[in-house]
């Protein structure tokens, strides 16, 4: 069974600083797609940033970027720039390719920025 | 375009009734799945239908059960709620497969009181 581990429950940075969520995740497939989900109070999930993992190249969306490793089973995020409006809670999610159909969530990183 | 509804935003059940709570996809997206959100589980997956039929189950009771409609429209229901069954409940739904990320509402929050 897919785990995923946020080690990083709480995090706050300043305005227009750069800040950086860890996500490492545990899985036996070789093929997979991993996701950062973000939760701000008006609690609807949205899409910031997925990865394919047969790609080595990092995803970017903008002031998001990763940081992918795939054989240490690392998937970090970047915010860039960090706006207040980033101010939520932020999931990192696994899914398999041609599985389940079930995204496995980490259990969150509550990030706050500061004016 | 319409994003994914659900219906509705709030519910105070009490304990032993059921509930039935709603969910309209993206128009288009035939794929529907269902999450039930706590602070000690953390997001946890309840099941996944398509077209019609259900592809995926998680490890809930049989109390929890679901159903799709032609037009995609999906309806989970709870019966025997308990206490623990206060969540929010988050539909997500995808125009087939997860893999290009799922598009969620912003959920039904569920108190059994």
């Known amino acids: 069974a897919q785990t995923v581990t946020q080690s990083q429950p709480e995090m706050s940075v300043q305005e227009a600083e750069t800040v950086t969520l860890s996500c490492t995740y545990d899985t036996s497939e070789n093929n997979y797609y991993l996701f950062w989900y973000k939760q701000p109070p008006s609690r609807q999930m949205i899409l910031v940033i997925r990865q394919e993992a047969y790609k080595q190249q990092n995803a970017t969306e903008n002031r998001f970027s990763v940081n992918f490793q795939k054989a240490a089973k690392s998937f970090s995020l970047k915010i860039s720039d960090s706006q207040l409006g980033d101010t939520a809670m932020y999931f990192c999610?696994?899914?398999?390719?041609?599985?389940?159909?079930?995204?496995?969530f980490g259990k969150g990183t509550k990030l706050t920025v500061n004016p | 375009k319409a994003g994914v509804t659900q219906t509705p935003r709030y519910l105070i059940k009490t304990r032993g009734q059921q509930v039935t709570l709603s969910c309209s996809p993206i128009s288009g997206h035939r794929s529907v799945s269902w999450y039930q959100q706590t602070p000690g589980q953390g997001l946890q997956f309840l099941f996944e239908?398509?077209?019609?039929?259900?592809?995926n189950k998680g490890n809930f009771p049989g109390r929890f059960s679901g159903r799709q409609f032609s037009n995609s429209r999906s309806e989970m229901n709870v019966s025997t709620l308990e206490l623990g069954d206060s969540a929010l409940y988050l539909c997500?739904?995808?125009?087939?497969?997860?893999?290009?990320?799922?598009?969620f509402g912003s959920g039904t929050r569920l108190t059994v009181v």
């Open positions: 239908y398509f077209s019609e039929t259900q592809r």
């Open positions: 997500a739904s995808s125009p087939g497969t997860g893999v290009y990320g799922y598009t």
């Open positions: 999610a696994f899914i398999s390719q041609g599985g389940s159909e079930k995204l496995v």
